[in-house]
C-alpha cells in the first residue's frame, strides 16, 4: 500500500492527541511532520503536547514545528476547561526527545512541499486554519503544490459549540478559515455534523484499553481524562479523528459540495459558516458511517486494522 504523506498541523487538545496516535499508527499514513497552533490551549503547550506523543510512540524522529501563537487578528480563544491546563487532561506521557525545528510551521510546510515536488502532501488541519493560511498568505506557489486539506471544522445544520451556529476552530480564526475555503485547493471540510456521529462510550474506552498497545492504552486513557470534564455524559465525540478517518477512509463519508464563506463580524455569529454562491466551492463532510469509523480507529490504535 502507498501510504499518503501528510502533515499534521493540530492543538492537541485531547481528541487531537486521538487523532495523532491513530495517524502515526496507520500503514495508509505517513507523518511528514507535525506542527502546532495555539488553539485548545497556548502554543508553547500544544507544542510540547505533539513531542510527548511523538516520545511516548516512538516516533520522536518526525520534526515538529511551532506555528502560530495566535489568530490573524491577534485574539484568541482557548478551551482549557475541556483539555484540562496541560491539554492533555493530565494524562502521563514522556517529555519530548527532541526540540521543535527552528522554522516556523508554515516555513516548514513550504520546505516540504518545495523538497518533494512531484510527491503528493495533504495537511491535515485539527485545529484554527491560522498556519495553513500562512502558508497560502506567503508560498502561494507552494501551497498550490499541496494535495488535500482535511480540517475539522464548522457546523453545517446543528448547533456550534462556541457560538449558536459556531464552532471553536473556525471561531477561533474566522478570517484564516476564509481564505482557505477561498483559496481554490482541493478542501474536504469535517463539520460538527459529523463529529458529533463518530462517539467513544465506556465500553469503547475499554475496548481500546484492552488491546494491550501503547496508542491503544493512551487513547483510553486520554478518552477517560475527556469523560472527566463532563462525568454525566455517557459518550463523547471524536472530532479531531474524523479527519484521519477521512484521509483513510473516503468512503466511509458522504461528502457534499458546498460554496462556504465564513461570518468574520465581531458579534455572536463570528465563525459561523456562511452559504454564499461567490464562494468558492469546497467538499464537506454530512454523514459518516460511525460503526465503521469507530472499527477503524480501534483496529488501527490495536495495530490489527486491514488497510
Ligand atoms: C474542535 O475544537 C477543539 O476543541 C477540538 O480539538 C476540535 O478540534 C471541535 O470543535
Ligand atoms: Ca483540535
Partial sequence: MNARRVIIDTDPGLDDAIAILFALASPALSVAAITTVAGNIGLTRTTANAGRLLAATGHEAIPVAAGADRPLDGQGITEEAIHGEDGLGGVFLPEPVRAPAELPAHHLMAQLLDDHPGDCLDILALGPLTNVALLLAEFPAAARRLGRIIAMGGAVEVRGNVGPRSEFNIACDPEAAARVFASGLDVTLIPLDVTRKVRADAVYLERLRASGTTSGILAADLIAAYFAGEADRTSRPLHDPCVMLQAVRQDLF??????????????????????????????????????????????????????
Avoid at 299 to 306: C, F, I, P
Fill in 254 to 307: 458522504s461528502i457534499r459540495r458546498l460554496r462556504l464563506d465564513v461570518d468574520c463580524s465581531r458579534n455572536e455569529d463570528r465563525g459561523t459558516l456562511l452559504s454564499s454562491a461567490s464562494a468558492a466551492e469546497i467538499g464537506v463532510a454530512m454523514d459518516v458511517d460511525a460503526s465503521g469509523a469507530l472499527e477503524l480507529l480501534a483496529t488501527t490504535l490495536a495495530g490489527t486494522a486491514e488497510t
